[in-house]
């Protein structure tokens, strides 16, 4: 059974950085693509970044240069250093692992404000 724990998500000023975490179990995960998608209030789920089993990244333009996605496959953990953070990014945070289906964490809140 898959198990993705998202954890770091929290209060931030505008300006400020977060790093999430997102530690996997149940599956093999170096062979899998995992990323993580956000959603606020009203809003469609959108993806945040992406990272390949082969290491290739992806990120939409509102989030690219500001956060970087990285994985390391000894601890089955996929991170998101976002920096620079703006009060849009306030969203709840999902992880997710993708092979042949997705599944997903329980998402963790990140919220920036003064």
């Known amino acids: 059974q898959v198990q993705l724990v998202e954890s770091g998500g929290g209060l931030v000023q505008p300006g400020g950085s977060l790093r999430l975490s997102c530690a996997a179990s149940?599956?093999?995960?170096?062979?899998?693509?995992v990323g993580w998608y956000r959603q606020a209030p009203g809003n469609q789920r959108e993806l945040v970044a992406r990272?390949?089993?082969?290491?290739?990244?992806n990120y939409p333009d509102s989030v690219k240069g500001r956060f970087t996605i990285s994985r390391d496959n000894a601890k089955n953990t996929v991170y998101l250093q976002m920096n620079s953070l703006k009060p849009e990014d306030t969203a709840v945070y999902y992880c997710?692992?993708?092979?042949?289906?997705?599944?997903w964490g329980q998402g963790t809140q990140v919220t920036v404000s003064s």
């Open positions: 997710y692992a993708h092979r042949l289906t997705d599944s």
């Open positions: 990272i390949t089993s082969g290491g290739s990244t």
């Open positions: 149940g599956i093999i995960f170096s062979i899998y693509s």
